[in-house]
C-alpha cells in the first residue's frame, strides 16, 4: 500500500467504525455520562464510570469536532459527559475522583493524579469547541491543581512508607508534555514554555538512560538507578508514546535535534521490547532480564501498539529515517492483524503472548474511547502530511 492507502484505511476505520461504536453503545441517557464497560458486540456489561475514562471520552467528542468535522451530535456527546463529570466528578477540594457509580455517588477517592490530567484536557478541548468560560475555567482549575500536586501525586492516598524508598514516576511528567499543548490557549505563554522545559529536560535528560537507550519508569529523586522491582521497570508503551509527544513539543520550536533524539529513542525501544518469537510488544520488561513482578508482562496490548505507530510515522515524516516505515508496516501488519474486530466494530484491547484476544471486551475499568481513535486520527493525519511531503519530493527530483 501506499501512503495515500494507508490514511484512507486509518480514516475509515476511525470514523466508519470506532466513532460509531462509541456513539452507539456508549452514552447513558439516563443519568448521563457514559458506559465504558463494553463487551465485544457493545452491550454494557458493568455500569461504574471511571473518571479518566470519561474525562477521555469528552476530550475524543470535543477533539473529532474541533479537527475534523463540526457535527452537532460529537459535539452533544462532549457535552452529554461533561455535564455529568461537571455536576458529580470533584472532591470539595477541586481532585477528581477515580470512580463512581452509575448515577453519580463517589466510589474510590481522588487517588490518582491521571483523573486530573485527563479533566484538563477533556474540558480544554470542549473550551475550544465551544468557548464555555465555565468549561475553561474547571480545565485551569485543574491544571494549577496538578501542578501543585506533581511532586506528591497521591499525597495521603499512597501507600508507600515515606522515606525509605522514594521514587520518581515517568507517567506524569509524560503526560504534562501532552496535556501543556492541549492547554495552550488558556494558560500564560510564559507558564506553557517553563512547562514544556521542564517536561523535555525531565523525560529525556532524567528518565531516559543514555547507556541503555531506554527509558525507566521509576528512578530515585536525584535520577539515579533503583535496583528494585519498581526501579527495574521497562514499560517500552510508556516510552513509545511519549516520543510522539516530544517530537509534537520539537516541531513547535523546530528543534530538529530533538526531533531525531526522540525518533532514535523510539527505534531503541521498539527494537529492545518487540517479541522476537511471537511479534508484538512486551507489556513490561525487567532491564536486567530477571522475571518482572507483573504476571501480565507478556501480554500485548491495544494503546502500546497503536502509539507505537503514531511515534514511527512522525519519526518517518521528520527524519526520513526508513527504518521508521520498515517499522511502522511491520507493526501495522501485526496490529492489524489482530486488534480491530471487523464483526462486531472496535478494537481488541488484549491479546495474549500468542496475539490471540485474551479479552473480547471493547472497553472496560481501564479500556475506553481513547487510544484507539486519537491513534487513528494521528496516523490518517500523519501519513497524508508524509504522502504531501513526499510526493512533491519526488515531483522536485523529476
Known amino acids: 500500500m501506499g501512503y495515500k492507502e494507508y490514511a484512507a484505511l486509518y480514516r475509515k476505520n476511525l470514523l466508519e467504525d470506532v466513532v460509531p461504536f462509541w456513539m452507539k453503545n456508549s452514552p447513558d441517557k439516563e443519568f448521563g455520562g457514559y458506559f465504558t464497560c463494553l463487551d465485544r458486540s457493545g452491550n ?12 477521555r471520552e469528552v476530550w475524543c467528542f470535543s477533539m473529532l469536532y474541533n479537527k475534523v468535522e463540526q457535527k452537532q451530535e460529537w459535539l452533544d456527546m462532549a457535552v452529554q459527559g461533561a455535564e455529568f463529570l461537571q455536576q458529580y466528578g470533584r472532591d470539595a477540594a477541586g481532585s477528581w475522583y477515580f470512580s463512581l457509580t452509575r448515577s453519580g455517588e463517589p466510589l474510590i477517592q481522588p487517588y ?8 484538563a ?3 480544554g478541548q470542549l473550551y475550544q469547541a465551544t468557548g464555555n468560560e465555565a468549561y475553561g475555567k474547571i480545565a485551569t482549575d485543574t491544571f494549577y491543581n496538578i501542578l ?7 499525597g495521603k492516598y499512597s501507600k508507600a512508607f515515606p522515606g525509605t524508598r522514594p521514587l520518581q514516576n515517568f507517567a506524569l511528567p509524560m503526560i504534562l508534555c501532552n496535556l501543556v499543548l492541549e492547554m495552550e490557549p488558556l494558560l500564560d505563554k510564559d507558564l506553557v514554555e517553563s512547562t514544556i522545559q521542564h517536561g523535555v529536560h525531565t523525560v529525556m535528560d532524567i528518565f531516559y538512560q543514555e547507556d541503555t537507550g531506554l527509558i525507566l519508569e521509576n528512578i530515585t529523586p536525584d535520577g539515579s538507578f533503583s535496583d528494585s522491582f519498581e526501579g527495574r521497570l521497562i514499560n517500552p508503551g510508556h516510552g513509545l508514546e511519549a516520543m510522539w509527544f516530544i517530537m509534537d513539543l520539537a516541531t513547535r520550536n523546530n528543534d530538529t535535534a530533538l526531533i531525531r533524539k526522540a525518533t532514535d529513542i523510539t527505534l531503541s525501544l521498539l ?18 532480564g530477571a522475571p518482572p513482578q507483573q504476571l501480565e508482562w507478556d501480554q500485548k496490548l491495544w494503546w502500546v501498539h497503536i502509539e507505537t505507530m503514531i511515534s ?12 521508521c516505515w520498515q517499522w511502522f508496516q511491520k507493526v501495522h501488519n501485526y496490529a492489524w492483524a489482530r486488534f480491530p474486530d471487523p464483526s462486531n466494530g472496535e478494537w481488541f484491547g488484549y491479546l495474549n503472548r500468542e496475539g490471540k484476544p485474551l479479552l473480547t471486551l471493547k472497553g472496560g475499568k481501564w479500556k475506553g474511547c481513547f487510544h484507539v481513535p486519537r491513534g487513528l486520527y494521528q496516523c490518517w493525519k500523519t501519513l497524508e502530511e508524509i504522502s504531501a511531503k513526499y510526493e512533491v519530493l519526488s515531483t522536485q527530483a523529476k
Open 44 to 55: 454494557v456489561f458493568d455500569t461504574d464510570k471511571f473518571i479518566w475514562l470519561q474525562c
Open 312 to 323: 514511527l510515522l512522525k519519526g518517518y515524516l521528520h527524519t526520513g529515517d526508513e527504518r
Open 112 to 119: 490518582n493524579i491521571f483523573s486530573d490530567c485527563f479533566a
Open 121 to 123: 484536557m477533556a474540558f
Open 148 to 154: 501543585k500536586r506533581q511532586d506528591n501525586p497521591k
Open 271 to 288: 527494537e529492545y521490547g518487540w517479541d522476537k518469537e511471537h511479534g508484538g510488544i512486551f507489556y513490561f520488561l525487567d532491564v536486567k
